[in-house]
């Protein structure tokens, strides 16, 4: 299958900072990418979707101006959590959707604790 | 009532048991099904894929779908402990941002 990478796999920042988190599909061109948020033993939480070349699409309940996210290449999406705080410590998952199977392909996600 | 309704589990079966993995949903519109593995601190992992409905085999993993009663399942046969983890069922509409919509999750443990 598609494989999709993270980086980091894991951040401590401290509150107030800010983080950018980079999604990457390595083997095809991702047109459309996603990203969502996962809390311990709950399911996936789609936070946008993000195209090359446009502005990203929020779900209701997303803040744009916090979660700020750019989709520059066919390859490459970066997700950034402005002014962290605490309460935006979460796992935090891409995915690259990959037209012929109009299926998603995820990355190993990226744990980010907010002291 | 959600779109897609999972059972949260736990399910805890013996090595070698036949496991089944159950999804409903109300939207008629989906055509696209899938079941995604997730391991604990990782990201989902695609097992299957089905367009409309049938049947679909790869190694142990059987999935199907019923459209007309609007419920998919995942069978695993030959259960292994590696086989431990959330599986999560997730489909889309055709068109658009082939947005998914995930069921809650199922954790599955296999005990030896």
């Known amino acids: 299958g598609a494989v999709v990478s993270q980086h980091p796999s894991w951040v401590i920042c401290k509150s107030g900072t800010s983080v950018k988190i980079e999604c990457r599909s390595l083997?095809?061109?991702?047109?459309?990418m996603f990203w969502y948020r996962q809390f311990p033993k709950q399911s996936l939480m789609l936070m946008a979707t993000?195209?090359?070349?446009?502005?990203?699409?929020?779900e209701q309940g997303v803040e744009k101006d916090k979660f700020l996210i750019n989709h520059a290449s066919l390859t490459l999406s970066t997700l950034t959590v402005t002014s962290a705080h605490p309460e935006d410590s979460s796992f935090y998952i891409c995915?690259?959707?990959?037209?012929?199977?109009?299926?998603?392909?995820f990355g190993p996600g990226t744990r980010l604790t907010v002291l | 009532q959600k779109e897609v309704e999972q059972d949260p589990g736990p399910l805890s079966v013996p090595e070698g048991a036949i496991v089944s993995l159950n999804c409903t949903y109300s939207?008629?519109?989906?055509?696209?099904f899938m079941w995604y593995r997730q391991y604990s601190r990782k990201g989902p992992e695609l097992l299957m894929y089905?367009?409309?409905?049938g049947n679909k085999e790869d190694g142990r993993f059987t999935a199907q779908v019923d459209k007309s009663s609007k419920y998919i399942s995942l069978f695993i046969r030959d259960s292994q402990p590696s086989d431990s983890a959330t599986y999560l069922c997730?489909?889309?509409?055709?068109?658009?941002?082939?947005?998914?919509?995930f069921g809650a999750g199922t954790r599955l443990a296999v005990h030896p």
């Open positions: 939207n008629s519109a989906f055509q696209y």
């Open positions: 993000s195209n090359e070349g446009s502005k990203a699409t929020y």
């Open positions: 997730a489909m889309s509409v055709p068109g658009g941002y082939n947005k998914l919509i």
């Open positions: 995915s690259a959707r990959d037209p012929p199977a109009d299926t998603q392909y």
């Open positions: 083997d095809f061109q991702a047109t459309t």
């Open positions: 089905t367009y409309s409905s």
